[in-house]
């Protein structure tokens, strides 16, 4: 990328195609996404179809932003998303075409828990019937999917919930293309392949889908050994259609399956489309998007302040970055006038610390599994009490990388700090590396909008509750360096 920052300066409406072409992109790299955010205030993402990668463009650029947002095409994708995992409406069906069932078991998994019923309707189809006892010939099979498909019909057996399978196929012979059959799904046979749904197949999967309120479905519809629209997935695209029009709630994923439903129906605007499929994949995996953790909003639920704390009215301490949570436990049970909160991205430390504040009793204490950067002002804005005083602590396991040192604080972090703090509430800043104590300072005072007096450097811990990782450097004999700001 040959631009100068003149260029940048100079422009109103800046433009870039096809980000996907440049190494830095791809690789997320630091530089090059602060570039891409030179005089950027305010950050907007609205292709969600690639917040499942982490791009310089999209998780990159959020950091050197003020605020992060996702665009209304974003948000409106993701909430269709969130209400096809929780959703009231029954009987709730899943049609899957495509294949790499091995790849998609978690994913297939949490439809089989959230479903009515899977309809298995492309290649994946071939390896339920391959492992329900059906012959399948070998070529047609994917390797290593044997357990996952048999997992899968488990998982279904024990939800009580069917499973469809093509009851018989179109087929061709491999010798000879232009010789094709209908072949059932217990007769399959060497030398030919599938390329479409037979007639009794289609029979059972309108009857199937007649009764539905609402229907994901997974593309493509079709086999991959046919050459061009098979007549199965136009009849189940009108079929779907019809559906739509009479109120079922219907989500179509993926481009071949866009494809299909925008060739039959009139109306496209009663469905919900969402044409790359990877995404949507990752989403039902259970799996965090980057693209979507980088946007201020990534924490998506309303915390009952009520529920967690017994007295709301007390002052909030919050620590970022908190780790296993020695810190915040220990000060929780030395100091019951304050209510305590950590942040911590590792969600497995804070599933640790939570069962700690359960089985000690501590009322006073939380711990939230998210990023503190993107999500402290959202978070800790609806918090009742006023916020008395925050606390970062060795802030990177990491430090002595220079190349990942300086993430965790970053200006969008520090001003929503600021924005929150009350009047005379504190800021404490420790760590083991004078650098990056340095710069946490530098970092406070210049984003802290004037708000912010520096005090003395602290000889020892103001607080007498040490984290774990400072009681480790000060069992090797190595210093700590520590401030104190006051708003």
């Given at each position: 990328m040959l631009l100068k920052m003149q260029v940048l300066e100079k422009t109103d409406?800046?433009?870039?195609?096809?980000?996907?072409?440049?190494?830095?992109?791809?690789?997320?790299?630091?530089?090059?996404?602060e570039f891409l955010a030179s005089g950027v205030d305010i950050f907007i993402n609205d292709s969600f179809s690639s917040s499942h990668k982490v791009l310089a463009s999209t998780v990159g650029v959020p950091r050197f932003c003020c605020t992060s947002l996702a665009?209304?095409?974003?948000?409106?994708?993701?909430?269709?998303?969130?209400?096809?995992?929780?959703?009231?409406?029954?009987?709730?069906?899943?049609?899957?075409?495509?294949?790499?069932?091995?790849?998609?078991e978690d994913a297939l998994q949490c439809l089989a828990s959230k479903c009515n019923g899977l309809i298995f309707v492309g290649m994946m189809s071939l390896q339920i019937l391959?492992?329900?006892?059906?012959?399948?010939?070998?070529?047609?099979?994917?390797?290593?999917?044997?357990?996952?498909?048999?997992?899968?019909?488990?998982?279904?057996?024990?939800?009580?919930?069917?499973?469809?399978?093509?009851?018989?196929?179109?087929?061709?012979?491999?010798?000879?293309?232009?010789?094709?059959?209908?072949?059932?799904?217990?007769?399959?046979?060497?030398?030919?392949?599938?390329?479409?749904?037979?007639?009794?197949?289609?029979?059972?999967?309108?009857s199937l889908l007649t009764q539905c309120k609402k229907i994901i479905c997974f593309g493509p519809m079709r086999f991959k050994f046919s050459s061009q629209s098979p007549i199965g997935v136009?009849?189940?695209?009108?079929?779907?259609?019809?559906?739509?029009?009479?109120?079922?709630?219907?989500?179509?994923?993926?481009?071949?399956?866009?494809?299909?439903?925008?060739?039959e129906s009139a109306v496209l605007s009663s469905y919900h489309m969402i044409e790359n499929a990877a995404v949507v994949w990752e989403f039902f995996r259970g799996r965090r998007?980057?693209?979507i953790m980088a946007l201020d909003r990534a924490y998506p639920f309303k915390i009952d302040w009520g529920s967690v704390y017994e007295d709301t009215t007390q002052p909030l301490v919050v620590d970022v970055g908190s780790g296993n949570g020695l810190f915040l436990l220990g000060?929780?049970?030395?100091?019951?006038?304050?209510?305590?909160?950590?942040?911590?991205?590792?969600?497995?430390?804070?599933?640790?610390?939570?069962?700690?504040?359960?089985?000690?009793?501590?009322?006073?204490?939380?711990?939230?599994?998210?990023?503190?950067?993107?999500?402290?002002?959202?978070?800790?804005?609806?918090?009742?009490g006023k916020l008395e005083i925050v606390s970062i602590q060795c802030p990177n396991p990491d430090f002595k990388n220079p190349k990942h040192r300086w993430r965790m604080l970053q200006r969008s972090l520090v001003e929503a700090v600021i924005d929150l703090l009350a009047p005379d509430g504190k800021v404490f800043l420790q760590t083991d590396v004078l650098g990056v104590a340095l710069r946490m300072v530098k970092l406070f005072l210049k984003y802290g909008k004037d708000k912010l007096i520096q005090e003395v450097w602290l000889q020892e811990n103001p607080f007498g509750v040490r984290s774990d990782w400072e009681q480790h450097v000060i069992d090797r004999g190595d210093p700590m360096y520590r401030v104190m700001l006051m708003k």
């Open positions: 409406i800046f433009l870039l195609e096809n980000l996907s072409e440049s190494k830095e992109e791809v690789a997320n790299c630091p530089k090059f996404a665009g209304f095409y974003f948000e409106e994708t993701l909430c269709q998303l969130k209400k096809a995992v929780k959703t009231k409406k029954k009987p709730y069906m899943a049609i899957i075409g495509g294949g790499n069932l091995f790849e998609k391959h492992v329900l006892g059906h012959y399948v010939p070998p070529n047609l099979l994917e390797p290593g999917a044997d357990k996952p498909a048999i997992n899968i019909i488990q998982l279904a057996c024990d939800k009580k919930i069917p499973i469809f399978y093509p009851k018989d196929f179109w087929c061709v012979n491999d010798h000879q293309p232009t010789q094709m059959e209908i072949t059932s799904a217990h007769g399959m046979k060497d030398g030919w392949r599938p390329i479409d749904l037979g007639p009794l197949s289609l029979d059972e999967l309108d136009s009849r189940l695209a009108k079929t779907l259609d019809e559906l739509s029009q009479k109120g079922c709630d219907i989500t179509i994923v993926g481009n071949a399956a866009c494809n299909a439903i925008a060739k998007l980057p693209g000060m929780a049970k030395r100091r019951k006038d304050l209510n305590f909160l950590g942040l911590e991205i590792n969600k497995k430390l804070v599933s640790r610390c939570l069962d700690s504040i359960d089985q000690h009793g501590i009322g006073n204490g939380y711990f939230i599994a998210t990023n503190a950067t993107s999500t402290f002002y959202s978070l800790v804005s609806s918090y009742p």
